[in-house]
């Protein structure tokens, strides 16, 4: 087995425009932006990323050109109590625009989670409650600076707020989510770090059991569990060139940003002696947790990973032979603190071929032939830890042109504390005394889609029976309906898993052997809707939550589902909002943004660390060639006699 990573790429400089920012090109766009704004420690820098080019403007870039770059900033003042927008460009060092954005909350930063968290353990009230429950050690405490969402009180509108649920441990070695202080929460004014209130409504006990997991402490192992290695002898078969990866007919690009994490580019696949493009970005664009208990403070518990927080600083470094398994490629990603310092996550990326089962096989009984062909996937991953969560973000390509997504979701679950012997109505005991709320992970994906080309068109595709009579006199015909949706109200489209219905990108300028245009099916997997009431803060701030499907005529702006600004958003913003204007989706530049819900009743099972659980969706080749693609897989090297396989 070996690692190699592209720890000396920033060294080499830029290599092609859609390249992240490199540790140099943030520090620089600080140093630009404190100079030219006069900006001191009153400036929090929440984000910090590549203004990713147009698609023209990629189109005119030429190899060995120089490449423009510009830095998209977002930056919130404390002391002034706003937000900023401004664009630096990096070729000459000036500050291209720089906004007031009113009335918005930009994203909290892990700096401030953490100073959150020093305010609460400092504060009197907060200690005295902690006293009440016979904890006299607040540094044992761990408070989380939750966004208050649309659960600002009178009075405190306008300000950047956090409320804080807490869980005590006695050391680093228990589970950090097994002993919920229940009923103790403060809301914390973020730019002052001013604790407003505390709130101490509850008599119930905090668990006592640890909760813990490592190996020391569950033991005995088993130990039947022998060695399993992957080995390519000759190396793997992909190539990476900066952030290009090639792999079999496969080419795209790998992006990272500051919000969004890992990001796919212009996915394409050779064919017909030409590339031919399919997605043109791909991303995690927004993840919403709502939490279904009522009760006082817990009402509040809802968490926007993406758009509250962002994602990338949370991204782990990954270890050979743990996270990822064989002959592994690593890219490291960079992002960067409140204060603009730049910050490098080593082996933040894992990319890897999988053996994956099955391709295609058949017996051909009379010739007494077999054919049969292994699947490989190529996977690219990255793994997220969101306080308790994990969210390990995976998406594959295959050898037939399917490209999948998958999360697997684990960590440990979000817990309230219960009275000994009651039953939790919003959550399911785990653990004596200790309840996990009942929630869903909404996640949404948003693709610039580019199938075969920037002009593309969507239908929604059923299956339908034929009532019974003359055209259908024996019963049994059904056939498949393809509804083209042309506006984006049409578009708005829940999974109807009893009709088969998936969703078919096509491109009407291009036509497969059969005259049909060349398609990419988006095929749901399993999903849910929201269980938050009509007309509840959690449900109008997350609208995009309501509908699986959305599809949108590409606009630079609209890149987030739930909008540029959640945090404390009141709601209606982002697909909602675009949306509205119902503007056409024929025969253009077509984004689709697929939401899927994780739903999480939780089992014991699921205590002290959860089991990963997986969803994701595909998108699927139909029509797009002109036969299976993978014919020309060769056989396995083993050659496979008919005998062995009848
Ligand atoms: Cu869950």
Redesign the pocket.
């Known amino acids: 087995m070996a690692a190699t990573t592209d720890a000396t790429r920033t060294d080499r400089g830029v290599a092609h425009p859609l390249d992240p920012l490199t540790t140099d090109e943030i520090a620089r766009t600080v140093a630009i932006l404190r100079e030219g704004r006069g900006l001191g420690d009153e400036a929090r820098f929440v984000d910090i990323s590549l203004r990713e080019p147009e698609k023209d403007e990629l189109a005119r870039h030429e190899a060995g050109e120089p490449i423009p770059r510009e830095a998209a900033v977002v930056v919130a003042d404390r002391t002034a109590q706003t937000t900023h927008e401004a664009v630096v460009s990096l070729d000459d060092g000036a500050i291209g625009t720089w906004d007031t954005v009113p009335g918005v909350q930009a994203a909290i930063t892990l700096d401030e989670y953490v100073e959150c968290e020093q305010a609460v353990r400092a504060d009197p009230r907060f200690r005295e409650a902690l006293a009440r429950r016979g904890i006299s050690e607040p540094q044992n405490v761990m408070a989380e600076a939750w966004s208050l969402g649309g659960h600002a009180e009178p009075g405190e509108q306008g300000r950047r707020l956090a409320w804080t649920p807490c869980w005590y441990r006695e050391s680093l070695a228990d589970n950090a989510y097994a002993r919920p202080i229940e009923g103790l929460y403060t809301v914390v004014d973020l730019n002052t770090m001013e604790v407003l209130r505390v709130e101490d409504t509850s008599d119930v006990p905090v668990p006592e059991a640890s909760g813990a997991y490592r190996p020391d402490q569950v033991g005995p192992l088993r130990d039947d569990v022998r060695p399993l290695e992957v080995v390519q002898p000759e190396g793997p078969s992909f190539e990476v060139e900066g952030r290009e990866v090639r792999w079999q007919k496969w080419r795209f690009r790998v992006g990272f940003t500051p919000r969004e994490g890992l990001v796919l580019h212009t996915i394409s696949y050779h064919d017909q002696d030409r590339w031919r493009p399919i997605v043109h970005r791909a991303s995690y664009a927004e993840l919403v947790?709502p939490y279904g208990d009522p009760s006082p403070g817990r009402f509040r518990t809802n968490a926007y990973d993406i758009g509250e927080y962002g994602i990338g600083p949370m991204t782990n470094s990954l270890e050979l032979g743990c996270d990822c398994l064989g002959e592994i490629r690593y890219l490291d990603a960079v992002v960067h603190d409140s204060h603009g310092e730049p910050i490098t996550i080593g082996n933040a990326i894992c990319m890897h071929e999988e053996d994956y089962g099955l391709l295609w096989k058949h017996y051909d009984w009379q010739a007494e032939d077999s054919e049969v062909r292994r699947s490989r996937r190529f996977v690219i991953s990255s793994i997220i830890t969101a306080a308790n969560?994990e969210y390990a973000f995976y998406w594959y390509l295959y050898q037939d042109g399917t490209i999948e997504t998958e999360v697997k979701?684990t960590g440990i679950?979000l817990t309230s504390a219960v009275h000994p012997g009651e039953k939790p109505e919003y959550g399911r005991l785990v653990s004596p005394g200790l309840s996990a709320l009942n929630?869903q992970?909404f996640f949404c994906v948003r693709l610039d889609m580019a199938v075969d080309g920037h002009r593309n068109d969507v239908h929604e595709v059923h299956t339908e029976s034929v009532p019974a009579g003359p055209e259908n006199p024996y019963g049994n015909a059904f056939k498949a309906v393809a509804t083209q949706l042309s506006s984006e109200r049409d578009a708005q489209q829940l999974i109807d898993p009893l009709s088969a219905r998936f969703w078919r990108f096509s491109n009407p300028d291009r036509r497969n052997t059969v005259g049909d245009p060349v398609a990419y099916q988006l095929v749901p997997g399993s999903n849910v809707l929201p269980f938050a009431a009509e007309g509840s803060s959690g449900l109008a701030r997350a609208g995009f939550v309501t509908k699986h499907l959305w599809v949108t005529p590409y606009a630079p702006r609209e890149r987030y589902p739930a909008g540029e600004y959640p945090n404390q958003h009141l709601g209606g913003a982002g697909l909602p909002e675009w949306t509205a204007a119902d503007r056409s989706i024929e025969g253009t530049n077509l984004v689709a943004w697929y939401t899927f819900g994780?739903h999480?009743i939780?089992r014991v099972e699921d205590w002290p660390v959860?089991p990963v659980?997986r969803i994701g969706f595909t998108l699927m080749p139909d029509g797009f060639f002109d036969q299976n693609p993978a014919l020309d897989v060769p056989p396995p090297p083993h050659a496979c006699h008919p005998e062995h396989s009848s």
């Open positions: 947790i969560y979701l679950v929630h992970h994780s999480h939780a959860m659980a």
